[in-house]
């Protein structure tokens, strides 16, 4: 069984900052790539930033130069720091992990159920 928890929304005002985290755990054999995604009310799911098993990053162009993706391969974690939030940077921010679990052997996307972020004006 493999579960992906994410933490560290809330509530802040624009031009602050939060630290999301992802951990995920469980019969994991390898993680590749982890990401974090974001959904605000009545738009499609985006992109916003991820990261592969060598530490290569990609960013949406919306948080270039705002946010910073970075994993602890150790504990299987990922982070996302969001500095200069903005308005609209509010969504529901899902963690993904591209990972191959020791009891299936199968490759495949686990999602979590994804932490609140509101920034206010």
């Known amino acids: 069984q493999v579960q992906v928890v994410e933490s560290g929304g809330g509530l802040v005002q624009a031009g602050g900052s939060l630290r999301l985290s992802c951990a995920a755990s469980?019969?994991?054999?390898?993680?590749?790539?982890m990401a974090w995604h974001r959904q605000a009310p009545g738009k499609t799911r985006e992109l916003v930033a991820s990261?592969?098993?060598?530490?290569?990053?990609t960013y949406a162009d919306s948080v270039k130069g705002r946010f910073t993706i970075s994993r602890d391969n150790a504990k299987n974690t990922v982070y996302l720091q969001m500095n200069s939030l903005k308005p609209e940077d509010t969504a529901v921010y899902y963690c993904?992990?591209?990972?191959?679990?020791?009891?299936?052997?199968?490759?495949?996307?686990?999602w979590g159920q994804g932490t609140q972020v509101t920034v206010s004006s």
């Open positions: 993904n992990a591209d990972l191959v679990p020791s009891t299936s052997w199968r490759r495949g996307n686990y």
């Open positions: 469980g019969s994991i054999f390898s993680i590749y790539a």
């Open positions: 990261i592969n098993s060598g530490s290569s990053t």
